[in-house]
């Protein structure tokens, strides 16, 4: 065993081992082992935003951790990784960068910048994913933006429309005008925002009375198809089947009953408009009324608004405001607090807008949904009610259609003469409907030769929510239910309505299996002020920085150790210095064994020492309590555990206990010698498998310099996951020995305490043991203790008596002499 070293350049120890591990190819799923059993991680495939922040930083850590942990315990990995290109963030950004709209050039010319930009972002992160040490096969990787992707894609939807998921319907539909297009539920985040509310007299046909409503979307007056009044509201229910004037447009509606009119809200009398909200969407439908569309696609009023026609939403408001105080009827405005959708993408307000769309029927799958969910194992448990929450909650089925150019085509087109739908068969694809006619000489319902493309594309979550399936090698491995369902699918918790939830209606759809046995949540990244991570807060940190600064070893610490699984987690740099800190320690403990290691023989005959079986009993009792952690993905338990293990026990303790052992043999005897080197290797090897999984640069590089030869891997992480061994668990020694060590302590506490140097000779050291079982245990050991604290005459009674008491045994006592 030759030394390591004095210094050590973390960084230059990652980039070393993370290009070396490529060559080796040990990351690599071996697809004809059909031995080893299996495990596949349904990597999620990100969004590529160009940046890989903190936040991936956490997730990657945690999947990674498992992959590096399931191999050494003998399984055939499979860590794939792939990149979900398409998308409205990348087309905005387009927009955005090029000051131009999507209708600026044609779909071809905007979708090859778009490939360009999501390259570029594609680069920037692989190379965080490669620099945090994720174990990916990268043999396996993927884009969603490709033609191989699109025909799995469009493949799984044909396969959707023949089973009757998939259909074709007007529907009102969550619209973004800036983005226009649809988008999904999912696509809609809500935002408190200050709103006006606005008293309106409505003329009551036949009389001069009227009634008052109050609304914070008088623009859409000129859409509104009937007055609504909750029957048991004895204000009001009188009412209930005349007419009323719709103010400024004088078309008249009629009053009708509607038990979810909330009659402390406003006046208790509100008006339905197509749409003024979701609400809106559902009163129409239940009294089947009529519908009046009010706004284009780019989010303006159209001729249905007459003179309001051409103006934007916020023009058209202020407008019909100031014609309504004309006319005498805006009673009052109040200010109010509101929710309102905006467009995940682009915070726009989202309208609803009804268009002929796409659907896929998932709400039919809810209970489906619900059952797999109870089915799957979650990390941590909690977690799955927000899935089957979010599957009872959906009012509407899943739009897939988007307006948009960046995405998968939707590989159908219709016939010009009848309107027949002609979906692709499943040998066309993958297939461009605007580049390609269907490969049918004529309609098969009228005859006409000509067709019409279908120009909208598939939302994005199409691609990404059949990844459990892809990555296992459907449709084209003959083999792929061996990896399917997933072993463990890891997300985020702010994508589980996303993310797991459309995984799991599109394979339960596909193939009635659940997608994944397990689900692994993470938390948000926080910054140091508790707030959610984020550039405009000013407590943002990018990975980058930190990565640079510390390395990927110490920034992994802080992402397992930082909280429980699926908790939030606040970035604070003690964290990473506090990582940084411990591999400068573990350095230096196997440095220090790489020293005293040099003579150093595998399977020499020693005579284990007291100590040397407290810490030998101690590493297996810890072995034992990682691993168990570690099943359950609980890797802020395993990291703490080794390292208070490796950092308390065995450097600040056990190394410090047997020093001056390993410098007498002339003194102590070869074979006591020979037993604390035995400990040492054993017991330095056993931290550094353990911590493979979390830290697995600095481990390796001490694994190839001290152990690589006689234990003949060519990578710690090859190596076999240690199993607790029971004879090596001894309660008796962990007894005694905490007993030694307490001492041990204590003396030295008191000479740091002293201001005296840790090697300064104690002249006379009396122990005043308390019971003779102590005296006795203290008497056998009094070698290490005389040793340790370089003590002349050390003399022990078994009485109790006056003196410094040892912390963790107060009936312990002692007085020593300088
Ligand atoms: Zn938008
Ligand atoms: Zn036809």
């Not at 620099?131 to 044909?158: A, H």
């Not at 493979?692 to 590089?701: D, G, K, L, N």
Request: glycine fraction near 6%; include cysteine.
């Amino acid at each position: 065993m030759k030394p390591l070293p004095k210094e050590f350049d973390a960084i230059a120890i990652e980039r070393k081992w993370q290009k070396k591990w490529e060559e080796m190819g040990i990351y690599r799923f071996d697809w004809e082992d059909k031995t080893r059993p299996t495990f596949s991680i349904d990597t999620p495939p990100p969004y590529p935003s160009g940046e890989f922040h903190m936040g991936n930083v956490l997730n990657w850590t945690y999947f990674d951790i498992v992959a590096r942990y399931k191999r050494m315990r003998g399984y055939n990995v499979y860590f794939p990784q792939g990149w979900d290109c398409h998308g409205l963030g990348i087309e905005v950004q387009v927009e955005r960068e090029h000051n131009i709209s999507k209708r600026d050039l044609p779909p071809d010319k905007f979708r090859k910048l778009c490939e360009k930009l999501v390259e570029k972002y594609i680069a920037m992160m692989r190379e965080g994913v490669i620099r945090l040490g994720c174990s990916v096969d990268w043999t396996t990787e993927y884009r969603t933006m490709n033609p191989e992707y699109w025909k799995l894609t469009q493949l799984s939807f044909i396969i959707l429309y023949d089973k009757g998921f998939m259909y074709r319907g007007k529907h009102p539909v969550n619209w973004c005008p800036r983005c226009e297009t649809a988008i999904a539920d999912a696509e809609v985040d809500y935002e408190e925002r200050e709103g006006t509310l606005h008293y309106i007299r409505f003329p009551l046909e036949g009389s001069t009375g009227h009634l008052l409503i109050a609304t914070t979307r008088p623009e859409f007056i000129p859409a509104c198809v009937a007055v609504a009044v909750n029957p048991v509201d004895d204000r009001f229910n009188k009412y209930v089947g005349r007419k009323i004037t719709v103010p400024i447009v004088n078309r008249t509606v009629e009053i009708i009953p509607d038990e979810n009119v909330e009659p402390s809200f406003g006046t208790g009398v509100v008006m339905i408009c197509t749409y003024g909200d979701k609400e809106d969407v559902k009163t129409v439908i239940r009294h089947k009324l009529p519908v009046v569309n009010l706004l284009t696609q780019d989010g303006k009023i159209n001729q249905n608004g007459g003179k309001y026609a051409g103006l934007t939403i916020k023009e058209a408001r202020k407008a019909i405001i100031e014609d309504l105080k004309a006319a005498g009827l805006l009673e009052k405005t109040e200010s109010i607090r509101q929710e309102i959708g905006v467009c995940d993408r682009c915070e726009t307000p989202i309208e609803i807008l009804e268009l002929p769309q796409w659907f896929m029927k998932t709400r039919i799958l809810t209970e489906k949904v619900e059952k797999a969910a109870n089915e799957v194992v979650w990390y941590p448990d909690y977690m799955k009610t927000r899935l089957i929450d979010w599957a009872r909650s959906l009012d509407w089925d899943w739009v897939i259609s988007r307006q948009r150019v960046f995405g998968t085509p939707i590989p159908v087109w219709y016939c010009k003469n009848c309107n027949e739908i002609i979906v692709a068969k499943e040998d066309w694809v993958p297939i461009d409907p605007k580049l390609e006619k269907p490969k049918i000489d004529k309609c098969p319902k009228c005859g006409c030769k000509e067709f019409i493309p279908e120009k909208d594309v598939f939302d994005t979550w199409m691609d990404s929510s059949i990844s459990c399936a892809v990555h296992a090698g459907w449709p084209n491995r003959e083999d792929w239910r061996r990896l399917f369902p997933a072993d463990l699918h890891p997300s985020g918790v702010d994508i589980i309505r996303t993310w797991a939830y459309y995984l799991m209606v599109r394979h339960l759809a596909l193939f009635d299996e659940k997608p994944y046995k397990s689900c692994l949540i993470n938390g948000m990244v926080l910054g140091s002020d508790g707030r959610k991570m984020s550039k405009s807060l000013k407590n943002y940190v990018a990975a980058p920085d930190v990565l640079d600064k510390y390395g990927t070893d110490a920034a992994r610490q802080w992402a397992a150790s930082g909280g429980a699984t699926g908790s939030d987690i606040p970035f604070r740099w003690p964290d990473v210095e506090y990582g940084r800190r411990f591999l400068t320690k573990l350095w230096n403990a196997a440095r220090f064994v790489s020293t005293q290691l040099k003579d150093y023989k595998v399977g020499e005959k020693c005579e284990l020492q007291l100590l040397d079986r407290w810490i030998l009993s101690k590493a297996e009792k810890m072995t034992q309590k990682v691993t168990e952690a570690l099943e359950k993905c609980q890797f802020n338990i395993a990291v703490e555990e080794v390292r208070n293990f490796a950092w308390h026990i065995f450097c600040d303790q056990y190394i410090e206990a047997v020093k001056d052992r390993l410098y007498k043999p002339e003194v102590y005897g070869e074979e006591k010698r020979k037993a604390a080197q035995y400990t040492l290797y054993n017991v330095l090897y056993r931290i550094l498998q353990l911590l493979a999984p979390i830290i697995p640069h600095v481990t390796e590089e001490i694994y190839q310099n001290l152990y690589a030869e006689d234990k003949g891997q060519k990578s710690l992480q090859l190596t076999p996951w240690p199993e607790p061994v029971k004879e090596n668990m001894d309660e008796e020694a962990e007894r005694k020995g905490s007993l030694i060590m307490a001492l041990i302590t204590e003396i030295r506490r008191e000479k740091a305490e002293k201001r005296k140097p840790l090697n300064a000779q104690i002249e006379r050291v009396k122990v005043y043991a308390g019971k003779s079982e102590y005296a006795s245990i203290i008497s056998e050991n009094k070698e290490d203790i005389i040793g340790t604290c370089k003590i002349s005459q050390l003399e022990i009674l078994s009485e109790k008596g006056e003196g410094r008491k040892v912390q963790e045994f107060p009936e312990i006592a002692f007085i020593s002499e300088y």
